[in-house]
């Protein structure tokens, strides 16, 4: 049994494709916690710079700065009464929002957290990554439909037709990513290429192979790794239902869209839904264009000294948020009544700035390096969808459907046939 | 819906339309309680998919009977009641109250006063369209306007509150000139506050004027011609934008607003993005009367000789004045006792509100929640 445990150490494959049920289950326990504590501090940080984007505090009241406020959330939406309309269609109203939660987690099966940190590496892994991502859309008609109410309907269709359009432009972005895979050669435009026309849909290898190309698919062939980017940084903003392509739960139209009917418990699974969704997509961005894993500059600052400077970020980091933390405390008012508080936030911080200290132990940080990197990666990206949120207004019904066909997926296609082409001559 | 189709008589809801596809026509109901009908007003919308082919507007859930409760008040105490209308202009309604008695009584505020009046009724202006803004934004999705106007909105209350204790409801104006004098620095913070605004309506002109989105919402939404503009009574910033130089304060001059020099700024198209860019040049048009109000308010009393019991000789009075959404009049009839026969409000929102279903019809279900924020309705307003 232990021999079993320890084997897999050794093995340098992820869990999945050494077919070791323990670590799978480990990796799956760990992932989906992650996962989950990822949503509860993008709410809050959600919240927060959105505040602070709109000259407004935020949350302030339970904790320090609020900090508690998600679990207080929490504690509140799983002691809500649970409503069903009467009129609802109950088992589908109520099987709708674990269809979304479960596409949502799915879709962590085959993300290359690192080259061994993933649970599984598929050989059509990015395909069941999209095709499990966009089944989450099931679950929005049938919500809307098991409501039995006229926005949720009226939500749910926009939704339907939104991500069923958007997803064609999408994958016209990744199939030229994909075709990127094949061309080797070094650098932007794969100069002296060797093309072996054998391409990759493996998470694992796409990542591996901008190593290998020493290039970040978002500058190979440029423009067109960049162009092919955006049109994919678009289509997920529509693909996950966020500001500014929020149109099937537009508050102001719909009131709440697919899930007005919604509350408690249900209505926190459609959020960790989206959420969920949110990260799954942007990982897919940072995998295919932004290199994974990779930290900044492998082959251009190589060596042993970089590595090690490197290597150090993950443990700054934290140590940079337990410095905020502190400088927390000596900000908070030096009223009594602020005791708990202070108290609260000190501990945080020197909880942070403990998990610093210990990603600074080599043996962790040479483990820990590759997650960093890609938690830092998609960490931009939700920075992105709270700033768009700030921003903009949201588009109507057919102006997107005009940006989808008429806009995106034109150009999508351009750049596929550019690719190709450059693939062929160089 | 058998309780909508009642009011939807005049929608010819008869045969629904045979196209390619049958399609059921839907009846929404938008309304009462909807984020974004600004209060209570519900909307019938009849819908063919997300195609507005009809609507009808419920209103009368905020209605308190204003116009009555005059008939059993006398002309003084009848005064803060007419904040309570448009709660987010006040300062205008009491201004146009307070002058149609003035007319009635055949007296007329002491210059001073009427400087003072102009103040507060432009920077009311100011706040109303502040607010106008913020919301009209939010129901278009952009957040994050609605708070950068309600902070700047701040201030302006903050001179009010000064000024007479109050920050909405002000009820700042009496009839004959102003209850109080202006306290002491209200020049000076009059002053910083024009200094400080300009920046802070370029900051909103910034988030959306060029915006790509918010143009797409808001070119060619709502379309209103002139002529259909005059056949229903709109007036105001809808009026202007549609083309039409219509403005009481040139037209027909009140208070002290011949003595300034401003202009009014029109539009081409008369769509919501027409009333956006009016009403903004608006605000800064508001602020170009104040500064030159400011400057030189002139000495003497803020009241008139007014009786100690008003007694208006037996007649009728319609008085009018530009509030910030459009024309707000008064038609007061006296008997010659000290209680109106009946006072009639014109309130600018409620006639306004007509043209919904005007401009929405054949557009879409997120056009008429632009329309709504575009017209800028009230609903303390509408329904009286």
Redesign the interface.
Known sequence: MLDYIQGYLSSNLTPGQAGNVFWVTVYILIVFGGISVAVIAMNWLERKA?AH????LGPMRVGPHGLLQPIADAIKLLTKEDIIPSGADTFVFWIAPLIILCAAFTVYIVVPFGPTHAITDLNIGILFMLGVASLSVLGIVMAGWASNS??PL?GAL?SSAQMVSYEVAMGMAVVSAILMTSLHGLGMYGVAAKSTGTGTLSMIEIVKMQQEQQVWFLFKFFPLGLIAFAIFAIAMVAETNR??F??PE??????AGFHTEYSGLRWSLFMLGEYAAMIAVSSIAVTLWLGGWMRPFPHWLAGETWDLVFSLFPGLTFLGLAAIAFIGVARMPKHPYFKIQTAGLGGFGAVLGLIGVVLFVPLVRDRIQDIYWFAAKVAVFMYLYIWY???????????LMKVGWKVLLPIAIGVLILTAILGVVL | MTDATKYLSHLELGEPDQTFLDSNE?I??MGPQ???THGVLRVILKLDG?KVLGTECVIGYLHRGVEKIAEHRTYTMFNPYVDRMDYVAAVSNGLGYCEAIEKLLNIEAPPRANYIRVILTELNRLASHMLWLGTH????????P???TF?DREEILKIFEKYCGARLTTHAFRIGGCQYETYEGFERDVQNFLKFVPPKIDEYEE??TT?R??L??TRGVGLISAKDCIALGVTGPVLRASGVKWDIRKAKPYASYSDFDFEIPTGQNGDTYDRYLVRMREMRQSLRIIEQAVGKIPEGPIMAKVPKVLKPPVGEIYHSIEAPKGELGYFVVSDGSTQPYRVRVRPPSFVNLQALDLMVRGQ????V?AVIGTLDIVLGEVDR
């Open positions: 959105l984007f709109q000259v407004r006229h926005y009226i926009r500001a500014p929020d149109l537009a508050e102001s139209e719909l009131t949120r700030a921003t903009w207004p949201r588009y109507r019904f057919d102006q | 839907l929404i109901n909807h984020p974004a997300e934004a939010l129901d278009i999705g952009a957040m994050t609605l708070f950068y902070r988030l959306l915006n989105i918010w797409e919402r879409l279900v997120a056009d929640i």
